[in-house]
């Protein structure tokens, strides 16, 4: 079954590690692109205003070219780069795990399309799930209120 696939750690590593290579060779063509992205588990810092977060849909859209090309940065798991978000252009740096880049797209043109970014269990925000974990530690009720 499908979901069987899409689930799967190994499947997501796989996707994760053709994401990393695909943005690689991009950057090294130094080619400008832009990727869609599954917003539940990316991390702003600073974080969004809520006023500027709720205008973003579950798939946002991000165009980095320009000043945002100079900062993109890619890791194992992760690509970042600085934006301004909004009218108000609210400058933020945005973390994104790559597996829930979505679409990778060049010239108008999508190069890369990714179904794991749809799978919920892999897209919860992580710094969430993180605090969870500390405040569930028993050692830790005091810091509970």
Do not use: R
């Amino acid at each position: 079954m499908i979901t069987d696939i899409l689930e799967n750690e190994n499947f997501k590593d796989l996707v994760t590690k053709q994401i990393k290579e695909t943005i690689d060779y991009l950057l090294a063509q130094d080619q400008e692109f832009s990727i869609t992205a599954n917003i539940k588990p990316i991390v702003f810092t600073p974080e969004l205003p809520s006023a500027i977060k709720e205008q973003l849909s579950d798939y946002s859209l991000f165009i980095l070219s320009n000043y945002t090309y100079t900062t993109v940065k890619v890791d194992e798991h992760f690509i970042s780069f600085e934006a301004g978000y909004g009218s108000e252009n609210f400058g933020s740096t945005a973390k994104v795990p790559l597996h829930s880049v979505f679409q990778i797209i060049v010239d108008e043109s999508i190069l890369y399309l990714n179904s794991v970014a749809t799978v919920d269990k892999f897209n919860k925000n992580t710094k969430l799930n993180s605090i969870n974990v500390f405040k569930n530690n028993p050692n830790n009720k005091k810091f509970n209120k």
